[in-house]
């Protein structure tokens, strides 16, 4: 019963193509657009619903790509739109006729034909050129052979790093997959091996080279069973001028300018600020103009947001470098009025002492010259030198407060001091040698860093 149901159906299946064949042909033959008799009998009993081989295996389906032009490359959203030609070639046993020339159809008479149901894996969007008319190719061979062209525009993902953007290289890929005829029907395969895509040698990008490419054959695995799928690889390497007269020269030339700062005069304090800040403006200025060009919600770290980054830093660094210079002048400055305090200090010491002895000396002489009878005055003399020393109960006291309040004052002046001789081990003598220091530590540092940068991401 299930077999004669299913045969039913089958036939149904046959006789409804058979109708809709015929009235196609009588449509045509209303129209005025009478078939050759050459097609009138390859047509005759064709059903382009059923493939080629229904009963007798797979029908092998070879394919060949002309890759027109690629127009765009797409950073943001990440893929590529290229105008191809392609080109597919399988044999139906049912198109065999006699003779030794091939037929070349008129494109609309795809319709009568069973074509593969050939699509395009990772396509954003697709259409087929159709002016004048639908760019497309039918024909058929004695052998029964059949050539099937496109000229198709197509937007395909391409999955990009851009770790080391722009010095990057970047793999994208062309993937032809069957739709609907899974491995047991159709079996795809390149014609030519890697020969069987051409155009790409006379391809000329705005941006990019094309360095290699090559053709792989897979299997697509779904949950409906295996399908046969063809891979082109093509690989992309960017063309870093641009980038280097548009975003690494002027950022080079920005630090070198900061440099400019070291040659003022430390007391130009307008200058040395402007020079400073105005280089830290234009570089944020420069970083900012980089990313409008990439995702804003791209995570990678890009090379050139690494040399930016280190532009920056060099910038911001002369900047800082030029505000401890000034602030050295300053406490150089103080250093010296306190030395002098110092130096005054001692001279009033040395003065002191010089007339002390002087006086002592001169008191001494006086008392060898007056006579002996003279000597009850030392007694009271004493007596006002010893009293201050030798406290009396009817003379006030000194308070207890002044002396814990020196105490502490001692305190904090010895911590200060302490402070300062740890400090005096970086002291620098003069100001003005950090201007020399930095003239040769921030040239040098800054060959050295472009060196290790670009050995980097050139050549690992």
Not at 16 to 34: D, F, Q
Not at 304 to 313: E, N, T
Request: glycine share 4%.
């Amino acid at each position: 019963m299930a077999f004669s149901v299913s045969g039913g159906t089958v036939f149904t299946i046959l006789l409804i193509s058979r109708l809709l064949e015929n009235s196609l042909l009588n449509a045509e033959v209303k129209e005025g657009e009478i078939l050759p008799p050459t097609i009138q009998r390859l047509m005759k009993g064709y059903n382009k619903y059923l493939r080629p081989f229904f009963d007798n295996g797979p029908v092998t389906v070879g394919m060949s790509l002309d890759i027109a032009s690629i127009d765009t490359i797409s950073e943001i959203n990440m893929d590529y739109t290229a105008t191809i030609f392609l080109r597919q070639r399988w044999t139906d046993e049912r198109l065999v006729f006699e003779g030794n020339k091939s037929l070349s159809l008129d494109g609309r008479l795809v319709e009568l034909l069973w074509v593969p149901d050939t699509f395009i894996v990772d396509s954003k969007k697709s259409f087929l050129h159709d002016i004048t008319v639908e760019n497309r190719l039918i024909r058929i061979f004695p052998n029964g052979t059949v050539l099937y062209a496109l000229r198709i525009t197509t937007t395909v993902a391409c999955n990009m790093d851009l770790t080391k953007y722009p010095m990057d290289k970047q793999t994208c890929t062309l993937q032809l997959e069957s739709w609907g005829y899974n491995i047991n029907d159709v079996m795809f395969y390149w014609t030519r091996g890697n020969e069987s895509v051409s155009g790409l040698d006379t391809l000329q990008l705005a941006q990019y080279t094309v360095e290699d490419h090559y053709t792989s054959v897979s299997e697509a695995v779904y949950e409906t069973g295996n399908y046969p799928k063809l891979v082109f690889h093509f690989e992309l390497k960017r063309s870093i001028l641009y980038f280097i007269l548009e975003t690494y020269v002027p950022s080079s030339l920005l630090v070198v300018l900061s440099w400019v700062s070291f040659w003022i005069s430390l007391s130009s304090v307008p200058a040395r600020i402007c020079i400073g800040v105005t280089t830290v403006l234009t570089m944020t200025t420069l970083m900012m103009g980089a990313r409008t060009s990439l995702p804003n919600a791209n995570c990678f770290i890009k090379a050139i947001d690494v040399y930016l980054g280190i532009c920056f830093s060099f910038i911001f660094g002369a900047l800082i470098e030029y505000a401890v210079a000034h602030f050295c002048t300053l406490t150089h400055a103080d250093a010296h009025m306190l030395m002098y305090g110092h130096h005054m200090h001692d001279f009033d010491d040395e003065m002191n002492g010089i007339v002390t002895t002087i006086s002592t000396h001169a008191s001494r002489a006086k008392r060898r010259k007056e006579p002996a009878a003279t000597p009850a005055p030392a007694p009271a003399s004493l007596e006002l030198t010893v009293s201050p020393s030798s406290p009396s109960g009817s003379e006030p006291k000194p308070e207890a407060s002044p002396p814990e309040r020196t105490n502490w004052c001692i305190t904090v002046l010895a911590i200060v001091r302490k402070v300062l001789r740890f400090i005096s081990c970086c002291h620098i003598e003069n100001p003005h040698h950090i201007d020399n220091y930095s003239r040769v530590t921030f040239p040098l540092s800054f060959v050295i860093v472009n060196l290790l940068y670009w050995t980097y991401y050139l050549y690992f």
